[in-house]
């Protein structure tokens, strides 16, 4: 009886953990996955500034990243492009807990 207490006290810690790293884990998961995106955005564009903040603006709410136009600065011309962008994310842990993250990045670069 007491083995079985224990085994299944120790699934319960396990499947909490697992559950906060998934929570903790997923505004990082999203930030990479946004700022590579953006990355070879700014790297390969295709028109202009105001043109790539709107893509950009796209694809924040295609991974579901809370930035809004505010927070996103695009400039740059013809080769060479510059976005700045900064935005809160957080991690709720079963409603009792919340967790802010503050994301920034500055991508410049220059089109090959």
């Known amino acids: 009886m007491l083995s079985s207490i224990k085994g299944l006290f120790c699934l319960l810690v396990s499947g909490l953990l697992v559950y906060a790293a998934v929570q903790y884990g997923r505004p990082w998961f999203r930030y990479y996955l946004f700022k590579s995106d953006v990355s070879d955005m700014v790297r390969f564009p295709v028109q202009d500034a105001d043109a790539l903040k709107a893509d950009i603006m796209e694809k924040a709410k295609d991974v579901h990243?809370?930035?809004?136009?505010?927070?996103?600065?695009?400039?740059?011309?013809?080769?060479?492009?510059?976005?700045?962008?900064?935005?809160?994310?957080?991690?709720?842990?079963?409603?009792?807990?919340?967790?802010?993250?503050?994301?920034?990045?500055?991508?410049?670069?220059?089109?090959?």
Do not use: I
């Open 65 to 112: 990243v809370p930035l809004s136009p505010e927070n996103l600065s695009v400039s740059g011309s013809k080769w060479r492009f510059r976005a700045v962008a900064s935005w809160s994310d957080g991690a709720d842990f079963f409603g009792h807990y919340r967790r802010e993250f503050n994301f920034t990045f500055d991508e410049n670069a220059e089109a090959p």
